[in-house]
């Protein structure tokens, strides 16, 4: 079992014991039912040390939610990563967001730019995963009635306190595994909470334009701009 692995399983056992009130009503853990994937994903690309590692902030309900992979969007997943697996289910589905795993026919928009990225600039995921990894702060995805997304930064003060410790330490065990040079928030919350975690000391912490569909900038183009973000911290693309 990678060191990746065990670390994922640590986090998974913590945040499974947590609580969570409305306006959330369903929580979707892909550490979980999603673990097989995800597990692969760790175990095929999460070796060796790293350049850069890139944080997102959580599953996406078309992405992670379904895959197990951050940003997953499933034809990347399937088709550039060669990752396929048996996705199982959460405890408690909402109608209007069921998990179909890799029989999901929906795109994640956040997924299909940064792996449509990956894509372009180098070819094939191991030449882009010889020098980067990406991961998610939160591997939790928070569903309202209406079936809209809530955000790790809109949960009550009471659940933020009980949730982002464990998300540092997680994200503290991966950085001491995969020993980068830069790790790189994908959007100003992730890049928050990385240098809460990680402190002053090394790796340097930078940020990059967040891939959302919601973002008028990244909508005029992400992935020049996500790179131009990244040559001004001093990743050589």
């Known amino acids: 079992m990678s060191e990746l692995v065990k670390a994922s399983r640590a986090l998974s056992r913590v945040i499974s014991e947590l609580e969570f009130s409305e306006p959330v009503t369903h929580v979707y853990n892909p550490l979980e039912y999603a ?45 550039w990563m060669g990752i396929e697996a048996s996705v199982d289910h959460p405890g408690e589905e909402h109608p209007k967001r069921p998990v179909l795993g890799f029989h999901c026919e929906r795109s994640e928009v956040s997924g299909s730019r940064v792996w449509g990225w990956a894509r372009e600039r180098f ?38 306190a009980a949730l982002l410790p464990a998300c540092d330490q997680a994200l503290r065990d991966a950085v001491g595994i995969l020993s980068p040079s830069l790790v790189v928030g994908v959007g100003v919350w992730a890049t928050r909470r990385a240098r809460a975690a990680l402190g002053d000391e090394s790796p340097a912490i930078g940020s990059i334009l967040h891939p959302s569909p919601a973002s008028p ?11 131009s973000d990244l040559r001004d911290l001093g990743v050589d693309i």
């Open 35 to 79: 673990r097989r994937p995800h597990e692969l994903y760790l175990s095929r690309f999460g070796s060796g040390s790293k350049e850069v590692v890139l944080v997102g902030m959580n599953p996406g309900p078309f992405g992670m939610a379904q895959t197990g992979v951050p940003f997953g969007d499933v034809g990347f997943v399937r088709d």
């Open 123 to 160: 070819g094939t995921p191991e030449r882009f995963f010889s020098r980067f990894f990406v991961l998610n702060y939160c591997p939790l995805l928070f569903l309202e009635s209406t079936g809209r997304n809530r955000t790790p930064d809109k949960l009550r003060a009471d659940e933020r």
């Open 217 to 227: 900038k990244a909508n005029r183009g992400w992935a020049p701009q996500a790179e």
